[in-house]
C-alpha cells in the first residue's frame, strides 16, 4: 500500500519525476540501479560498465549518504549501482534500468543478451531473476522502471506495463 511502481520509457522523464518528487526531502536518497550482465543501457546513458560502476563500490557510503548537492551522491542520478552495490541496502526510491540481459520475447523470459556466466552456473535463469528481484526491491517508498526505447525491448515493456505498473 502506498508503494509507486512507475514505468517509463524516457530516461530524463525518470530523473526529473526523481528530483521533482524529492525536492523537499533533504534526507531522502533516490538514485540509479541496473543490472551488472547487461550491455546495452550504455548506449542509452546507463552506464553500468565495470569501471563505472567499480567507482560506487569504492564509495558506496557517500554513494548512499551523501547530500543530494554533493557530486558522490545517488541523488544525482547519473552514475549508478549494480546489484552488487545493491544487495542489503535501500534508496526512498530506485530508478531502475531494464537491461538487455532478461527480456520478454515469445511469452517467456530470455536470457538471450546476457553474455554468458563465467564459471558457467547450473541455473543462469533463476540467478538472472534473483538479480533483477534484488534490483527491483531496492525502494522503500517506489521504484521508476526504466526501459529503453527500443525496438528489442518492446515486449519486455509491453509485459511489464500489463502487470499493471502505471506509466510515468
Known amino acids: 500500500d502506498g508503494h509507486r511502481f512507475l514505468l517509463t520509457r524516457s530516461l530524463d522523464s525518470a530523473r526529473d519525476y526523481l528530483r ?21 543501457l550504455p548506449s542509452f546513458g546507463v552506464d553500468n560498465s565495470y569501471f563505472a560502476t567499480r567507482r560506487v563500490n569504492e564509495r558506496i557510503g557517500a554513494w548512499y549518504n551523501a547530500v543530494p548537492s554533493d557530486p558522490q551522491s545517488c541523488c544525482h542520478v547519473e552514475t549508478g ?23 520478454w520475447a515469445n511469452d517467456d523470459w530470455s536470457i538471450k543478451h546476457s553474455g554468458g556466466n563465467r564459471p558457467p552456473l547450473r541455473d543462469p535463469m533463476t540467478v ?24 528489442r525491448m518492446d515486449q519486455t515493456f509491453d509485459r511489464l506495463r500489463a502487470t ?5
Open 20 to 40: 521533482e518528487r524529492y525536492a523537499d526531502a533533504k534526507f531522502a536518497r533516490y538514485g540509479l540501479v541496473a543490472s551488472s550482465k547487461d550491455k546495452w
Open 128 to 151: 538472472r531473476k534473483n538479480v533483477y528481484r534484488v534490483l527491483m526491491t531496492r525502494g522503500r517508498d517506489g521504484t521508476v522502471v526504466y526501459v529503453p526505447d527500443d525496438r
Open 81 to 103: 549501482g549494480t546489484e552488487f552495490a545493491a544487495q542489503g541496502l535501500e534508496l526512498d526510491c530506485a530508478l531502475r534500468a531494464w537491461g538487455s540481459d532478461l527480456l
Open 164 to 168: 499493471g505498473i502505471r506509466e510515468l
